[in-house]
């Protein structure tokens, strides 16, 4: 199985997976999720995300959604462990490292952040 999405070609027993690599049911309850996100029900959205990466294990974008409502919701020290999963997966998974920095920075400050914070310490951390 592909991480993230990945696009790839297909073998005739992976039809399920399609090209992405994640299987169809996945990708369905993720996409479910993105649609009830705007409604506002945070606690659903997060619900529909475990039951997709449950299926597939390696849907680094599932765990992203997952930091970015756990971020949304304050719950700082859970969507860290998400971003981390993300990155366990795809280290090269650019907003997982932008957002991962954000939520260190929120918790060593307490605060919103301004976005050029973090972009200051993600530079001077390479």
Not at 6 to 13: G, R
Not at 69 to 78: A, F, N, V
Request: net charge positive; with cysteine; hydrophobic share 35%.
């Amino acid at each position: 199985m592909l991480p993230c999405g990945e696009s790839s070609w297909v073998k005739s027993d992976m039809a399920p997976y399609r090209s992405t690599g994640i299987p169809l049911e996945a990708q369905y309850l993720y996409r479910q999720a993105l649609q009830i996100k705007n409604n506002g029900k945070k606690e659903d959205v997060l619900k529909y995300l475990k039951m997709a990466v449950s299926i597939a294990p390696l849907f680094c974008n599932a765990y992203n959604a997952m930091g970015n409502c756990l971020d949304e919701m304050g719950r700082y020290e859970e969507a860290m462990r998400k971003y981390e999963k993300v990155l366990e997966i795809n280290p090269q998974h650019t907003e997982a490292r932008f957002k991962r920095a954000m939520i260190q920075e929120k918790i060593r400050y307490g605060e919103e952040v301004p976005p050029c914070r973090v972009l200051s310490a993600l530079l001077c951390s390479t």
